[in-house]
């Protein structure tokens, strides 16, 4: 007799690994959340743990119905060596262990399961519909992409909007998003929302957004491209006139040069006695004396 494998549940150490994100009541992140936290359960065989429990105690009220229904009724088996009581309780764990506390204590409930926690985390976030439809509805025609700094966070945000919109009921119109975003677009992006809105077929989401991204790319390397090609000018056009200046102020300095020199080389030529002027001294030419050296002083 060959013994019950063990559950594969038991061998997760940390959720975290597998669910990259804690859910908030803040962000709008809940259909990302629920879809990883389905994967991760169909991955280890516990997503029967988010759907009602079935048992043979259950099924035995139906003997009334027909022989077909029965059949269609499962019965809760679990070939593992742990009971179903401790795997609910560790699905649950993980439920608690990726939303925020306050998330935590809205849903937490004593003796609860996992379904039940799941069912109540879900109402938090999709529960009247009507008036979270026209909610979301008004955030789509009210985003645009002058609100965000790249064309890929536009894209994504609205992404996330359009996701939580179909969430909430039946499936929007094909390519609805696609027409969202480009009506949300700039005038800078005229031109290749044109081009798209004339495509046939429409195309989807993500060959709209690799467009998008791909034309702002472009711009900002133009953009850089035309700066960097103004800075070089105006460095251009600064030096020329820099070194015109230069040149005036040396050609200036060369011509006050040349004239001081002249005025300094008359100055010396032209003594004070051609000025017609006579030295304040005693001591006087030979040829301007006012009277022979050999007669004396007429004043003595």
């Not at 804690?22 to 991955?43: G, M, P, R, V």
């Not at 119905?65 to 059949?71: L, N, P, R």
């Not at 015109?244 to 004070?272: E, F, I, L, Q």
Request: proline letters at 6%; one cysteine or more.
């Amino acid at each position: 007799m060959s013994s019950s494998p063990i559950h594969p549940v038991v061998t997760v150490n940390n959720t975290k690994n597998f669910i990259p994100l804690i859910l908030d009541s803040q962000t709008e992140h809940y259909n990302t959340w629920a879809e990883l936290f389905i994967l991760h359960c169909k991955a280890y065989d516990v997503f029967d743990h988010l759907q009602p429990r079935v048992t043979a105690t259950s099924s035995s009220t139906e003997k009334d119905s027909s022989d077909k229904e029965k059949d269609k009724t499962p019965v809760t088996k679990h070939p593992y060596v742990e009971s179903w009581e401790r795997i609910d309780s560790i699905v649950l764990q993980w439920i608690y262990g990726t939303i925020s506390q306050d998330l935590m204590h809205a849903i937490m409930i004593t003796n609860t399961t996992a379904y039940d926690a799941w069912c109540r985390l879900k109402n938090l976030f999709l529960d009247n519909q009507a008036a979270r439809t026209i909610t979301i509805q008004n955030k789509i025609f009210n985003t645009r992409l002058e609100l965000f700094p790249t064309m890929a966070e536009y894209c994504q945000h609205m992404k996330l909007l359009h996701d939580q919109l179909t969430s909430l009921g039946p499936p929007s119109l094909k390519n609805q998003l696609v027409q969202q975003i480009l009506t949300g677009l700039t005038d800078q992006h005229e031109s290749i929302s044109l081009i798209i809105q004339q495509t046939q077929p429409l195309p989807n989401f993500y060959n709209t957004r690799s467009r998008l991204c791909q034309v702002e790319e472009r711009k900002n390397t133009q953009a850089k491209l035309s700066a960097q090609t103004a800075g070089t000018a105006l460095h251009t056009t600064t030096d020329q006139t820099n070194c015109a200046h230069a040149d005036t102020r040396n050609h200036n300095r060369s011509d006050n040069s040349s004239d001081h020199g002249r005025g300094r080389g008359r100055g010396r030529g032209r003594s004070s006695y051609e000025r017609g002027q006579y030295p304040q001294t005693n001591h006087y030419p030979q040829h301007f004396w006012p009277f022979p050296p050999w007669a004396g002083n007429p004043s003595q």
